[in-house]
């Protein structure tokens, strides 16, 4: 059974035939789905999708691009939706220094009182870092290290900042760009992480694993990204997908 532990099926990239594509999960072996707010129209859309697919978990969280949305009654908000039956996670939430779209100082900000939700709700964290590296991990061993735990998501640092990572106590999100030829850090790292600490995800509707990079992500492409980790680590597809399914299941906290 395969565990995609980091989607985007509310994308208006799926508008025009999202029911269909669902409704084919699970007759090709995918049997779980972690939908992920990312804004505030994000995060309603996904407590929707979690009361329409039985399958489908949610994560309620806003990504440090939208940092700037939220408030006081905001995070009252979604504190409140963390008590929801199906809601397993706070995220995304990070720092992304790359956009740049809010300040350094806002986007730490509601980092650390997002991580503050997490530890409240007693649930794991789903974190957002681009270029970003020291400022976040900073913030997560100040804020969060040892507590509810949590998955790095889509992980593109350096094997040792990997290692930072698994020593507190995190999963490593791997995603579609480790099938990439030129990915050569990212495949060190799939090496070097203990597949106990994998999770695996696709970002659908981004990140669309070789062969089929550049073109609309889904969970359908999974198999892709577990036969490249199999292959980097010598053992079979079969491991793989049962062991990343299990750890995803132990952090999401959900009952198989």
Same mark, same amino acid.
């Given at each position: ?10 994308? %208006? ?71 929801? %039956? ?31 939700? *997490? ?9 957002? *870092? ?12 100040? %804020? ?11 992980? *593109? ?61 889904? *969970? ?37």
């Amino acid at each position: 059974m395969i565990f995609d532990s980091h989607a985007h099926y509310d994308d %208006e990239a799926f508008d025009e035939d999202r029911e269909s594509l669902l409704g084919s999960m699970q007759e090709n072996g995918i049997g779980y789905i972690v939908n992920v707010g990312a804004s505030l129209r994000g995060v309603e859309d996904t407590v929707k999708l979690t009361k329409s697919y039985p399958f489908i978990y949610g994560a309620v969280g806003i990504h440090p691009d939208e940092a700037g949305d939220l408030n006081e009654e905001r995070l009252l908000w979604l504190e409140k939706l963390c008590e929801e %039956e199906k809601i397993v996670a706070v995220g995304e939430i990070g720092l992304d220094y790359y956009w740049d779209k809010e300040s350094h100082e806002v986007q730490k900000e509601w980092f650390a009182r997002q991580l503050a939700l *997490s530890k409240k709700a007693g649930l794991p964290v789903i974190i957002h *870092s681009r270029d970003a590296a020291k400022d976040t991990i900073d913030v997560m061993k100040a %804020e969060h290290a040892g507590s509810t735990g949590g998955v790095i998501h889509c992980f *593109s640092n350096s094997r040792e900042m990997a290692r930072d990572y698994v020593n507190m106590g995190y999963y490593i999100g791997i995603g579609g760009v480790v099938t990439f030829k030129n990915a050569r850090v990212m495949k060190e790292v799939a090496e070097y992480v203990p597949l106990e600490q994998i999770l695996i995800e696709t970002d659908c509707p981004y990140l669309a694993p070789a062969p089929n990079r550049g073109k609309r992500n889904s *969970s359908l492409f999974l198999p892709y990204i577990i036969e490249e980790i199999a292959r980097i680590k010598g053992i079979s597809k079969e491991l793989v997908e049962e062991k990343t399914c299990e750890n995803a299941l132990k952090m999401y906290q959900i009952k198989s």
